[in-house]
């Protein structure tokens, strides 16, 4: 079983930076991609970044250019640096892991973290 706990969100004005982070049981970069997904009130969820097993990165348009995503193995943290941020970022942010093996799949999340950004 796969744990995933996000922190780092806040509330902060429109322009400035928020730093996400993913803490994750075990070993698991070398078997799962990561992603941040994002939901506002009333949106369905959304992907934000990927960071996959072999360290490679995407990004929703939307984000390109202000979001950075990163993985640190030895702390088993997947991060969001949020640079920019305006009002229609807004949300809860969720971390993902994400593995298929043939037939099988398995998807796990995390409890989500509020990001507010308002003056």
């Known amino acids: 079983q796969v744990q995933l706990v996000e922190s780092g969100g806040g509330l902060v004005q429109p322009g400035g930076s928020l730093r996400l982070s993913c803490v994750c049981s075990g070993s698991i970069f070398s078997s799962y991609d990561m992603g941040w997904y994002r939901q506002a009130p009333g949106k369905q969820r959304e992907l934000v970044a990927t960071f996959s097993r072999g360290g490679s990165t995407n990004y929703a348009d939307s984000v390109k250019g202000r979001f950075t995503v990163s993985g640190d193995i030895a702390l088993n943290t997947v991060y969001l640096q949020m640079n920019s941020l305006k009002p229609e970022d807004t949300a809860v942010y969720y971390c993902?892991?994400?593995?298929?093996?043939?037939?099988?799949?398995?998807?796990?999340w995390g409890q989500g973290t509020q990001v507010t950004v308002s003056s």
């Open positions: 993902n892991a994400d593995r298929k093996v043939g037939g099988s799949s398995w998807r796990y």
